[in-house]
């Protein structure tokens, strides 16, 4: 019979890209948020920051160089329009992208918004050993990916495997 496993609490990021939302009218950050607490994590810092490639590209990597944070979720900016620049943001910092994240999301969304799903660009990856989700800004894509996605990768006792247990061995050379 196989051991049960323990939850392993990680540090976890949330950054909303948006040149509109505010603390009070942020209910993606705060959805995402309100879930990885429940869900036993550490909300270790959130933050808004404008549609800039730059500005997002800055505020990741300071989260991805930090030892208390073990994965950044971003949401907005994902989209097709002039300002979505969250994929080029972050691909940049990226070591690693796993190509699957968005394939599945995608998938999962068409059940939920049909063909409007092909506008999305969410992507996952891995930068300093360091998991970046980054999802559509709808507080509906955020519950979708949250739930149907993310928590199970991100529980150490997901079976048959989880991102969870990559983790001590992300920086091996």
């Known amino acids: 019979m196989a051991k049960e496993r323990a939850f392993v609490p990680l540090g976890i990021a ?13 209910t993606s950050g705060k959805t995402l948020s309100e879930r990885l607490v429940e869900a036993g994590h550490r909300l270790a810092e959130k933050a808004i920051v404008r549609d800039d490639i730059y500005a997002i590209r800055a505020i990741v990597s300071r989260w991805i160089a930090d030892p208390e944070v073990q994965v950044v979720i971003t949401t907005g900016g994902t989209g097709v329009t002039g300002r979505d620049g969250t994929p080029e943001a972050v691909k940049a910092l990226l070591d690693k992208e796993l190509e699957g994240f968005g394939e599945i999301f995608r998938a999962i969304s068409y059940q ?15 930068a300093n050993a360091t998991f970046i989700f980054c999802v559509p800004g709808s507080s509906g894509a955020c519950r979708t990916a949250w739930d149907k996605l993310i928590r199970q990768q991100l529980d150490h006792r997901t079976q048959p495997c989880n991102i969870v247990e990559l983790m001590p061995r992300l920086n091996e050379v």
Do not use: F, H
């Not at 939920?112 to 891995?126: D, F, H, K, M, N």
């Open 14 to 26: 949330v950054l909303t890209v948006s040149d509109t939302r505010t603390d009070e009218n942020d």
């Open 112 to 126: 939920e918004i049909q063909t409007s799903t092909i506008q999305s660009r969410a992507l996952c990856g891995v």
